[in-house]
């Protein structure tokens, strides 16, 4: 009924309409600060905006790819994860930090739910171009072109030093190579996995070795949303039935990433491994 009414009256005002209700859009800040985001452990307003205040630090110091908004999301989801009870364990895991600014996030809310953050990378950059597959695909953004053997290098020193500086290095482990030699050897159960990997071969490393590590209901995010090379590996039915004896599981943000920030994209993306649908609500638009 709203919608039909919306659409009758002039466009100047629907325009109008359009506009006020933007400035009532909660951006991932104004959410984190004023939702329950962070109460099944014990923060409290003032524990979130020392939380912000000090991810912003970190952002004026340390080189990112990434921006507050993307390490606010990806950290309100560690949030909602129960306090583990292991903490050797129960892992939340990176792979791609390039010079550790969305690390720090998440080492801040591994601190805070008790669990270990392990950190895969070759700390030498991209391993190479890709040149192969032909240019990289970015429809929504206009862009091609091709990555750069070396891009987003950031040492294991370098790295360190930042989480230690603006996070919590105690609860990090670094597992450095490239991910083809070290992801083999992952044997943790994950709660939480977040790629930013750039390459379609990192990408399907990162799932053949950790996916089955990875709990029912638990979260993917990759920065890697706006590249539609690397997306179509979350649809590549023969890919996922080979390796994984799977059905593809798709991806939330294909193409133009989640609309966290005021330009309505981003490089964020998700997917949920095996989701309990038997929590999903009923519209009438579906029978």
Same mark, same amino acid.
């Given at each position: 009924m709203l919608k039909k009414i919306y659409y009758k009256i002039p466009s100047k005002?629907?325009?109008?309409?359009?506009?006020?209700?933007?400035?009532?859009?909660?951006?991932?800040?104004?959410?984190?600060?004023?939702?329950?985001?962070?109460?099944? =452990?014990?923060?409290?307003?003032?524990?979130?905006?020392?939380?912000?205040?000090? #991810?912003?630090?970190? #952002?004026?110091? +340390?080189?990112?790819?990434?921006?507050?908004?993307?390490?606010?999301?990806?950290?309100? $989801?560690?949030?909602? #994860?129960? %306090?583990?009870?292991?903490?050797?364990?129960?892992? +939340?895991?990176?792979c791609g930090t390039f010079k550790g600014a969305t690390a720090i996030a998440l080492s801040i809310a591994c601190k805070i739910t008790n669990r270990k953050l392990i950190i895969y990378d070759s700390f030498k950059g991209l391993p190479n171009s !890709? $040149? !192969?597959?032909?240019?990289?695909?970015?429809? =929504?953004?206009?862009?091609?072109?091709?990555?750069?053997?070396?891009?987003?290098?950031?040492?294991?020193? !370098? +790295?360190?030093?930042?989480?230690?500086?603006?996070?919590?290095?105690? +609860?990090? !482990?670094? $597992?450095?190579?490239?991910?083809?030699?070290?992801?083999? %050897? =992952?044997?943790?159960k994950i709660?939480?996995?977040?790629?930013?990997?750039?390459?379609?071969?990192?990408?399907?490393?990162?799932?053949?070795?950790l996916w089955p590590y990875l709990s029912n209901n638990s979260y993917v995010f990759t920065d890697d949303a706006c590249d539609m090379d690397v997306i179509k590996v979350w649809f590549d039915k023969k890919w996922w039935e080979k390796n994984l004896k799977l059905e593809a599981p798709g991806f939330i943000g294909s193409g133009c990433g989640l609309p966290i920030n005021l330009n309505s994209f981003s490089s964020l993306g998700y997917i949920i491994k095996n989701p309990d649908k038997s929590t999903y609500r009923k519209v009438s638009w579906l029978k």
């Open positions: 005002f629907q325009i109008f309409l359009s506009k006020l209700a933007s400035k009532f859009i909660s951006s991932p800040e104004e959410n984190f600060l004023k939702s329950t985001i962070g109460n099944k =452990h014990g923060l409290t307003i003032n524990d979130k905006l020392l939380i912000i205040k000090k #991810l912003k630090y970190s #952002l004026v110091n +340390v080189e990112s790819a990434t921006d507050l908004n993307a390490h606010i999301l990806i950290m309100s $989801r560690v949030f909602e #994860l129960n %306090k583990a009870k292991n903490f050797n364990t129960s892992t +939340v895991v990176e !890709e $040149r !192969e597959i032909g240019k990289r695909n970015y429809p =929504h953004l206009k862009f091609s072109g091709y990555y750069s053997k070396g891009m987003y290098s950031g040492s294991l020193e !370098e +790295v360190k030093k930042n989480i230690n500086i603006y996070g919590d290095l105690s +609860v990090c !482990e670094f $597992r450095k190579g490239f991910f083809s030699k070290t992801l083999p %050897k =992952h044997k943790e709660d939480f996995l977040f790629l930013d990997v750039d390459l379609v071969s990192s990408t399907k490393d990162c799932i053949k070795y």
